[in-house]
């Protein structure tokens, strides 16, 4: 349709007027292109070409608020960091008590508390443990860590990017008629 057309044609329209292929600015780039934008963005920082530049989700949020702003719009990214949280579902962490782990999932009510898959080489990897932070009181995030950084054998038990997918059901949107 002509609509999504034109928010493809202005996934990178910059609030600010820095964006191609018309350098729109502010009211002038289509609402759902906005929200397009933010994404297409921070997709871009998480999962470049080459995956040794990658940020992580944490980093890219921090970028994309700290020293960016002017370039989005401000309430879908309020939105969007409201959403993912200060540390998003994929972000590989070391633990105050010095432990690896990996979000998996946010807690709005506290966002330094999420909860977490552990890195412990003794226990199945499809065993893994998961922390509620939240009730773990006496451990919190200590730092966010780039896969790339993790040794090896943490890297392939965590498996940032294996263990966070996607499913898309075709059939979602439609209604089905009772029989």
Avoid: W
Avoid at 3 to 26: C, M, R, T, W
Avoid at 63 to 83: E, G, N, P, Y
Avoid at 111 to 137: G, R, S
């Amino acid at each position: 349709t002509p609509a999504v057309q034109n928010i493809i044609y202005q996934h990178h329209e910059y609030q600010d007027g820095s964006g191609f292929p018309l350098h729109l600015k502010g009211e002038a780039v289509d609402p759902l292109a906005r929200i397009v934008v933010v994404v297409n963005y921070y997709d871009s920082l998480c999962n470049p070409p080459n995956a040794a530049n990658a940020l992580t989700p944490h980093e890219a949020l921090s970028l994309m608020f700290a020293q960016q702003r002017s370039r989005f719009d401000a309430k879908v990214l309020q939105i969007l960091i409201r959403c993912l949280g200060v540390f998003p579902p994929g972000t590989v962490v070391r633990l105050s008590n010095d432990i690896l782990g990996l979000v998996i999932s946010i807690n709005a009510a506290r966002p330094l508390k999420p909860n977490v898959i552990i890195y412990d080489p003794e226990v199945p990897k499809h065993e893994a443990i998961i922390v509620d932070l939240q009730e773990e009181t006496d451990i919190s995030i200590s730092q966010a860590i780039r896969p790339a950084q993790l040794p090896r054998p943490a890297f392939d038990y965590l498996s940032p990017r294996k263990r966070i997918s996607y499913y898309f059901d075709a059939d979602a949107g439609k209604q089905t008629q009772a029989a």
